[in-house]
């Protein structure tokens, strides 16, 4: 019995139903990868927008804290103006009769001395 080798056709003709079915088999696989990946890729999406309403919010909330603190900065810092300045008068008034007695009392012993 001859050994009949393949020819040249028939190898190619091989080749070429090879890379068919491998064609085949990578268009398929490429196209469930396209498809998963865009599944991914809107949950991300999704995640992402979530996240950047998320840091709005914040950011709003601490804008509002800021205000909040500076109006209470400023409300404490006036009354503190204002605690100063009553003080600052009763010092003036206190140093003022404090003068008009020592005054008096110079009066007194003048008087006395007499």
Same mark, same amino acid.
């Given at each position: 019995?001859?050994?009949?080798?393949?020819?040249?056709?028939?190898?190619?003709?091989?080749?070429?139903?090879?890379?068919?079915?491998?064609?085949?088999?990578?268009?398929?696989?490429? /196209?469930?990868?396209?498809?998963?990946?865009?599944?991914?890729?809107?949950?991300?999406?999704?995640?992402?927008?979530?996240?950047?309403?998320?840091?709005?919010?914040?950011?709003?909330?601490?804008?509002?804290?800021?205000?909040?603190? /500076?109006?209470?900065?400023?409300?404490?810092?006036?009354?503190?103006?204002?605690?100063?300045?009553?003080?600052?008068?009763?010092?003036?008034?206190?140093?003022?009769?404090?003068? /008009?007695?020592?005054?008096?009392?110079?009066?007194?012993?003048?008087?006395?001395?007499?």
């Amino acid at each position: 019995m001859a050994d009949k080798g393949l020819t040249s056709r028939e190898i190619e003709e091989i080749f070429t139903g090879f890379e068919k079915r491998q064609d085949d088999r990578f268009k398929g696989f490429e /196209e469930r990868v396209v498809n998963q990946f865009r599944i991914i890729s809107e949950g991300l999406k999704d995640e992402i927008k979530l996240l950047a309403e998320g840091h709005a919010g914040i950011i709003e909330k601490f804008d509002r804290m800021e205000k909040e603190n /500076e109006r209470q900065h400023m409300e404490t810092r006036s009354l503190i103006k204002l605690s100063f300045t009553e003080l600052d008068r009763r010092i003036s008034d206190l140093e003022s009769q404090v003068k /008009e007695l020592q005054e008096w009392r110079k009066r007194v012993e003048t008087r006395l001395q007499i």
